[in-house]
């Protein structure tokens, strides 16, 4: 099976009250421990590229082991551009074979956000690419990007409608309280969303699929590996799994994930290099990586997404 968009996937995914996983990607190991996984469970699968991970790895390594995962799963995979920032990089990807792209404007004023994502927009559906945008400002560490707590805002629920209407995106992000990274609340901090926020914009914009940045749950096995292997995380927090569900259930059809993998491959290669000091070969540490990316996305799929079958 091709490349396929994401539109189908989110029209069921609404219909259904669950949601699909949106991981992001940086080489051969992760791609292949999420898509053995997803193929595994038969879900349906968006894999997600950042500017900085389009640089780190390159566009064709990137595209050829995406199309070797789908010719190996034979699963609907979505490729999105995760936080594109200008028309440019968003045309390359589109042009260079990517199904669905973000333009993030939501750093700008709202006039200037509609103007670039419309342009975004006008250009992708020419080519049967779909666009996600994103209104309100998430906390947290991006690549070139590090917005702190005092500059990051809500959505309003007044703007989304005009927003939608004058964009033509297929999606659109918001920010309710998440935010990206390992730090997302302080130690002692009770974890909180919006969700009065998400429901509001749900009642406004009907049948729409919603998207949530900044959704891992820094998963605690993977922080304890971590520390107890010559690392220093103490203060990670993430989103309470119960409340991606919750998010899930509700007009949320893309979940973004990427720093649970992080912490999944970082700790297993500290734990590894902790067990056998004296191993050298990239494929000892590499591959129990790639086996528990594997297993943490098995996990997301059956217990959070509630998207296993769904393919
Ligand atoms: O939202 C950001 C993603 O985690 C990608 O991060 O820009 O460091 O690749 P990155
Ligand atoms: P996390 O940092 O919570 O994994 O969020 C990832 C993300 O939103 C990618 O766009
Ligand atoms: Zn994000």
Known sequence: MPLVTSTEMFKKAYEGGYAIGAF????????????????????PLILQVSSGARKYANHTYLMKLVEAAEH???????????????????????????????????????????????????????????VEGEL??????EDDVNVSEEDATYTRPDEVEEFVARTGVDSLAIAIGTSHGAYKFKPGQKPQLRFDILEE?????????????GASSVMPEYVEMINSNGGAMPDAIGIPEEMLRQAASMAVCKINIDSDLRLALT??????????????????????????????????????LGCSGKA
């Open 136 to 141: 309100g400002r998430l906390a947290g560490v």
């Open 24 to 43: 992001n990607v940086n080489n051969m190991e992760i791609i292949q421990g999420i898509t053995e996984a997803a193929k595994e469970e038969n879900a």
């Open 72 to 130: 190996e799963t034979g699963l609907p995979i979505c490729l999105h551009l995760d936080h594109g920032d200008t028309f440019e990089l968003c045309k390359s990807c589109i042009d260079g074979g990517f199904t669905s792209v973000m333009i993030d404007g939501s750093h700008l004023p709202f006039e200037e956000n509609v103007k670039l994502t419309k342009q975004v927009v006008d250009y992708a559906h020419s080519k049967g690419v779909v």
């Open 201 to 213: 914009i749900g009642k406004r914009l009907p049948n729409f699929p919603i998207v949530l940045h």
């Open 267 to 304: 700790g297993t290669i500290r734990k590894y290099f902790n067990d056998h000091p004296e191993h050298f070969d990239p494929r000892q540490y590499l591959g129990p990586a790639r086996t528990n990316i594997k297993e943490l996305v098995r996990h997301k799929i059956r217990n959070v």
